[in-house]
Every structure is written in structure tokens, then in C-alpha cells.
């Protein structure tokens, strides 16, 4: 492989510069930087400057930026699936069309306009190792991918594009078609605990025992209970408007599966997933106990129905 020409490739379309690896050029000096870079974060240090490196490098510039500031935002009180609104009980949540809304590129999904209703099989969670779901978005658009909705670090929720659409963002057409997505705003790595708590979101809870695909994780940040909350309200109502039902991968002792499951990443599994059961080369959201949030939206639901009866 020309690893300047993939370089050179890969900053026209991600729109970074050698610069960011202190670097003028494309060239052999660029190669040996971004190995160093890789290997100082513990990422294989090829020299290239691909999809996981650039995240990485997009977060850390990022948490330099003093001036952060929260979107001003209309919210709405509707998730949308094939142009028909369906509710969500949750009071911070914005469509792409509204006022500091976010919306995916066109190109950047498979349209369904005008086909019959895409029938969606399961819903799958991600994090996002960024420092805002903004930040998130701005990675999605120069990657030429998308998800359907975003979480950002305050619960606020953002549905970027009509649920009729495929988004890109489960790896392949054969889990993508069949599936909806939400990234939630998490930047993963413990150094970022300090921009949180200097922008007024407080400390990270810090998860130090998970495991994935049989291998116990370092220590990184977990996520903020209102986003927990945010996401428990973003499944209820998707449940809702897709009767996806309210399962998840689980073990033999009937707690949440922490591998890859093939069922999922052959798009015939039904239920909710995080992004590891789909791919052996992804970790989130492990430490995420699908199987016990999902019983507890279950279980209020019950408790409404009991009251209302």
C-alpha cells in the first residue's frame, strides 16, 4: 500500500492536515509521526491515518477548545418513522428539522423514500469517543457515514434522520438495513475527565470491570445517568413505533451477553444490542447491563398498566 497516497486520500476526505501530526508533508516524515502517535495511545502503529485514528485525533483537539458551549435547541415530544410521528416521554428531545437540530448528510444513508415501510428488526447502541454529540455528528459527515440518533452528554437526544432510512452505522448493508442506531456522547478515555468537569457536567462514573469478547477492559468513563434515563426513554418509544421487542443477547445465567453474537451481525436477531454483539472488532457499550435496563422500562411499563387498569 502508498501509504502517502492513502494519507493524502484520507485527509481530503476527513479533512485533516500533516500539521495536526506536526508535520508539513505527506511523506515518509508523516508515516513515522502518525506510528509514534498511534503507539503512544496503545493503537496499532501503521502509519495510517484511517477511520479510528482520526476519531482519536478529532477528540483530542476537540477537549483544546475552550469555548464550548450547549446548543440552543426547540424540542419536541415525537421520534419520526416513515413520516409518521410516534411519542417519546422524555422533554430534551430535537428533530434534524428544528431549531439546533442535527441532520445526516444525504448520500450518506440508503434512502427509502417512497418504498414500502422498511420493517427494523433491532436497535443498536453505540458510544461515540467524543466530547459532544456536535462533535460526534462533525465525525459522521466527514466519515460519509450516519446514525439515526445522538445523546448528547446533558440527555438531550437528537434524531438526525427519519427512521425509514438505513443509516450507516453498524458496519455492513447486512446489519444496517435491518437496524436502527444511537450514538451516545461518551469520549471513553479517562484523560477527558477533566474537560467534563471543567464544562459543568461533573465527573464520569468510571467502569473498571467490564469485559468484552472474554477480556476484561482498562478502566474508561461510563456514561451519565441522564443519558441512561435518555436512552431507556429512546427504546420505549421505539418499541412503540416498531414493536421491536424488549430482549437482549444474554448468557447462560441470563444476564447480558458480552460477546459477539452471530445471530446479530447476520441481521436475524430481533431485541435490543450494543455494537460488540455485532462485530468482534468492537468494545461499546460494554459495562451497558442491556438486559437489566430493559426490564426496568419493561417492569414501569407494567406498573403504568396496573395503575391504569
Not at 448528510?105 to 422498511?118: E, L, Q
Not at 473498571?208 to 478502566?219: E, I, Q, R, T
Amino acid at each position: 500500500m502508498d501509504k502517502h497516497f492513502y494519507n493524502e486520500a484520507s485527509a481530503k476526505k476527513l479533512g485533516w492536515e500533516p500539521a495536526w501530526f506536526g508535520e508539513k508533508y505527506f511523506d515518509d516524515k508523516l508515516v513515522r509521526s502518525i506510528k509514534k502517535w498511534q503507539k503512544d495511545r496503545g493503537l496499532n502503529g501503521d502509519g495510517l491515518c484511517g477511520p479510528m485514528t482520526f476519531r482519536r485525533l478529532w477528540t483530542e483537539r476537540q477537549a483544546d477548545i475552550d469555548d464550548y458551549k450547549p446548543n440552543d435547541c426547540h424540542y419536541s415530544n415525537y421520534i419520526v418513522y416513515n413520516g409518521e410521528f410516534h411519542p417519546i416521554e422524555w422533554d430534551k428531545f430535537v428533530l434534524w428539522s428544528e431549531k439546533g437540530g442535527m441532520q445526516a448528510k444525504s448520500g450518506h444513508y440508503y434512502d427509502y423514500s417512497g418504498r414500502p415501510k422498511r420493517k427494523i428488526r433491532y436497535f443498536v447502541n453505540h458510544w461515540d469517543v467524543c466530547l459532544s454529540s456536535k462533535s460526534c455528528q462533525s465525525v459522521l459527515d466527514r466519515r460519509g457515514i450516519s446514525v439515526h440518533f445522538l445523546i448528547d452528554n446533558d440527555g438531550t437526544i437528537y434524531q438526525t434522520l427519519d427512521m425509514q432510512h438505513a443509516a450507516w452505522h453498524a458496519g455492513s448493508s447486512r446489519t444496517n438495513r435491518p437496524s436502527v442506531g444511537v450514538e451516545i456522547s461518551n469520549a471513553y478515555y479517562p484523560k477527558y475527565q477533566d474537560w467534563y468537569k471543567s464544562n459543568g457536567f461533573g465527573p464520569r462514573p468510571t467502569i473498571d470491570d467490564a469485559w468484552v469478547h472474554g477480556s476484561k477492559l482498562d478502566p474508561f468513563l461510563g456514561f451519565y445517568p441522564e443519558q441512561i434515563k435518555a436512552a431507556q426513554a429512546l427504546w420505549k418509544a421505539i418499541n412503540g413505533a416498531t414493536g421491536i421487542p424488549y430482549e437482549c443477547p444474554t448468557n447462560q445465567f441470563g444476564k447480558t451477553s458480552t460477546k459477539y453474537e452471530q445471530e446479530v451481525a447476520y441481521g436475524n436477531y430481533s431485541g435490543f444490542v450494543s455494537h460488540y454483539h455485532v462485530s468482534k472488532a468492537k468494545i461499546d457499550c460494554a459495562g451497558l447491563e442491556l438486559k437489566e435496563l430493559l426490564d426496568e422500562v419493561k417492569y414501569d411499563i407494567e406498573i403504568l398498566d396496573k395503575i391504569k387498569n
